[in-house]
């Protein structure tokens, strides 16, 4: 059991994050509200796609309106990441880096494809603003990230940063979780894309 020191500290350590990663979206006295009382084990969840499975359908809008469906992939390696938010400077920063390194990607005959809980007309600038050229999905209420089992971080209170790269039969061959350094997802996949 934490002491009201460490719910304390842990308070402290989300607001801190949750205000670098939306600003002026939450308070420090909503994180102490949103932590008190807090049960650690019910936010402890594992991702129930593992590498070795066949990817789930799945079908979504994207940043135009258009439902888009896994289907589309089929027979192509696939680049799925999961973000928190757009906008947030990490979200962001992730974003630009599969953007800077689209090439590399395209050169693997592999479709990169980000996905948040974001609406379209959200995905829409944000892929506007940064001139991402692949796909955003929006993912509304979080369905397919609970459904899939994405891991939350900070004790649930931060979707989790989750990238899964599917080769062309539609196997799942990495399932890779860091929430702080966004930009070693790119680095990640690209190893990963060159040795399938």
């Given at each position: 059991m934490h002491t009201n020191?460490?719910?304390?500290?842990?308070?402290?350590?989300?607001?801190?994050?949750?205000?670098?990663?939306?600003?002026?979206?939450?308070?420090?006295?909503?994180?102490?509200?949103?932590?008190?009382?807090?049960?650690?084990?019910?936010?402890?969840t594992f991702s129930q796609i593992s590498e070795g499975d066949a990817l789930p359908p799945f079908s979504l809008k994207d940043q135009d309106g258009r439902v888009v469906s896994s289907s589309k992939f089929k027979g192509k390696p696939i680049v799925l990441y999961f973000y928190p938010a757009d906008e947030s400077p990490g979200c962001t920063k992730q974003a630009c880096s599969f953007r800077d390194s689209y090439e590399k990607f395209k050169k693997a005959g592999a479709e990169v494809v980000g996905v948040s809980s974001d609406s379209p007309d959200s995905?829409?600038?944000?892929?506007?603003?940064?001139?991402?050229?692949?796909?955003?999905?929006s993912?509304?209420?979080?369905?397919?990230?609970?459904?899939?089992g994405i891991p939350g971080d900070l004790f649930g209170t931060l979707p989790g940063r989750q990238t899964y790269v599917v080769d062309k039969k539609g196997v799942v061959r990495l399932v890779f979780n860091n929430q702080f350094q966004p930009e070693k997802h790119v680095d990640e996949t690209l190893k990963i894309l060159q040795s399938i």
């Open positions: 020191g460490a719910s304390s500290r842990i308070a402290r350590l989300v607001g801190s994050l949750h205000s670098e990663l939306f600003p002026g979206r939450i308070s420090a006295q909503s994180t102490r509200t949103l932590l008190r009382p807090l049960h650690y084990r019910k936010f402890l995905h829409k600038k944000f892929a506007g603003k940064y001139k991402l050229p692949f796909t955003l999905l993912d509304e209420g979080n369905k397919l990230r609970k459904e899939w």
